[in-house]
Nanobody
Framework: VQLQASGGGLVQAGGSLRLSCAAS????????MGWYRQAPGKQRELVAR???????NLAESVKGRFTISRDTAKNTVYLQMNSLKPEDTAVYYC??????????????WGQGTQVTVSS
């Protein structure tokens, strides 16, 4: 199983980016998916999560600016980031709770994608 994240980059404050993260490999189902971020010198923090039924949870710092969504058929989760601020600069990681028949449920992580917001 692999999670491939993409969509990061350099953007000016007030701009937008859309991150994508696709799960691939052999598995029975993909349950919760989410995005975390880690800024230099800081701990990794939750940005947003979405269940397989579409319920979402966003960090207070991004509410009203970020939207998480998913395409269940493509096993892909998206993070639409609008009105970006310099404090959003971080490496963004996706994760997914994946169920495999042989091994049960476990969390997989993507490789991280850099988001840099200039002032």
């Amino acid at each position: 199983v692999q999670l491939q994240a993409s969509g990061g980059g350099l953007v000016q404050a007030g701009g937008s980016l859309r991150l994508s993260c696709a799960a691939s490999g052999t598995f029975f189902s993909v349950n919760d998916m989410g995005w975390y971020r880690q800024a230099p010198g800081k701990q990794r923090e939750l940005v947003a999560r979405i269940t397989n039924s579409g319920s979402t949870n966003l960090a207070e710092s991004v509410k009203g600016r970020f939207t998480i969504s998913r395409d269940t058929a493509k096993n892909t989760v998206y993070l639409q980031m609008n009105s970006l601020k310099p404090e959003d600069t971080a490496v963004y990681y996706c994760d997914a709770q994946i169920y495999q028949l042989r091994t049960g449920s476990r969390v997989y992580w993507g490789q991280g994608t850099q988001v840099t917001v200039s002032s």
